[in-house]
């Protein structure tokens, strides 16, 4: 028996103390969506941006000053990069073309996404790779099995012929499983000083009426693996709390926030409450005690000072409606899938800034890309590109109809 309590001991302790990191990237291709790119790249480490193509500037670019290691392995690097994006751009502009006809539509705002990439801790190892049409998920492959699973009728042809192609399918599951776990590794070694660091946020209590919820705010935190809640005489709160999602600042930081109800408790109760902050990495928790004198409002003398700490959360707001819009038009009333719908969070909030201010933006799908081809030619035809988070890759264009 005691054997056995140390393997549990010990296997929870490597649960608890492993880090995850991963290695995403994002593919778009689009059609008639007004001031955006036709085609987009993003690739994320740790939900970090780092590089970054379009097919406005067709140039692959780095997003991070540790991005600029890579060419000292590989003067080429960026190059290279640059080549296989524009070839993949070429791909998705067809793909959206005849995808539009195998739904039936003759014109419109219609979006192709490609999200693909591998999760990598000190015991597991996980690998996606799917596409998606208009917001709903297309066609996902099963690194398990090595075939594609699709729950759209007009994607069953393009499984039939994918599956039966065994070894391009094995190469996939292998570069989802080691060669994007090899890059990955890679990747975090070139940033590990900004990768690896933690730092804490700045909570603040705010509340824009008295009886409105108070929001337990916090901004400037990393990495984002973070969690924040409230508690009563120490004990978790679940009934009256609304938390949001952890979203990124401007500067690589995140931020997020947790709302309390706090309409049924009476004020000398407020002492009895506290938000708690928790980022993974550091032991020592950041708490904040529930107080009128410590709440941000919008009334008499505390206005300037609640609109300085508001400022992340009119952000927020303006990304969300953003989000909107583009949720909007691009999904065109339907109900976007969670997967698909966090890619487009994140994009619109990396990109939020440049929007504002420079009336440009993109679209953005969550993973990479290994292959890029869903429809084209009637003959089955492979294009080898160099991809340097790749390795050799393959991008397979097969018949859609």
């Known amino acids: 028996m005691r054997p056995i309590i140390l393997l549990l001991l010990f296997c929870c302790a490597v649960c608890v103390s492993a880090v995850t990191h991963s290695l995403q990237y994002f593919y778009i291709g689009s059609s008639e969506v007004p001031s955006l790119p036709e085609f987009v790249v993003v690739g994320m480490v740790d939900d970090v941006q780092m590089i970054h193509y379009n097919s406005n500037t067709r140039r692959a670019v780095p997003k991070q000053d540790w991005m600029s290691n890579v060419t000292e392995d590989d003067p080429q690097y960026w190059d290279t990069e640059s080549r296989g994006f524009s070839n993949a751009e070429q791909v998705f502009r067809n793909n959206t073309e ?27 190892v996980r690998g996606y790779h799917q596409y998606g049409y208009d917001g709903e998920d297309f066609i996902t492959f099963d690194v398990n099995t090595e075939t594609w699973i699709t729950p759209a009728p007009q994607a069953v042809m393009t499984k039939n012929k994918w599956d039966r192609d065994a070894d391009w399918n094995t190469k996939r599951r292998k570069y989802l499983t080691q060669d994007c776990v090899d890059w990955l590794k890679k990747y975090v070694n070139y940033g590990q ?10 909570v603040s209590l705010l509340q824009k009426t008295p009886s409105s919820p108070v929001i337990c705010h916090a901004t400037g935190f990393y990495p984002h693996r973070a969690e924040m809640f409230w508690r009563k005489d120490g004990v978790e709160l679940h009934e009256g709390v609304e938390k949001g999602e952890i979203f990124p600042n401007n500067d690589g930081t995140f931020q997020m926030s947790v709302y309390l109800d706090l309409g049924s408790v009476r004020p000398e109760d407020w002492m ?26 919008n009334e008499g003398k505390s206005e300037g000072n609640s609109l300085a700490m508001i400022i992340p959360m009119i952000v927020a707001t303006l990304v969300l409606a953003v989000i909107a819009v583009i949720g909007f038009i691009v999904y065109k009333k339907r109900t976007a899938l969670p997967g698909w719908s966090r890619v487009m969070i994140i994009y619109v909030v990396i990109e939020a800034f440049v929007v504002l201010f420079a009336v440009t933006g993109l679209i953005m799908s969550r993973s990479g890309w290994q292959t890029v081809g869903i429809w084209g030619n009637e003959d089955p035809k492979r294009m080898v590109l160099r991809c340097k988070q790749c390795t050799l890759f393959t991008v397979k264009v097969t018949d859609a109809q």
């Open 193 to 202: 000083k900004s990768l690896k660091r933690t730092v804490l946020p700045s």
């Open 272 to 297: 009895r409450y506290d938000c708690v902050f928790q980022l993974s990495g550091v032991n020592e928790d950041v708490i904040t005690k529930l107080g009128k004198a410590v709440i941000k409002t």
């Open 98 to 124: 005849i995808a539009k006809h195998r739904f039936n539509q003759t014109g419109g705002i219609h979006v192709v996404q490609l999200m693909y990439g591998c999760e990598w801790d000190d015991v597991f």
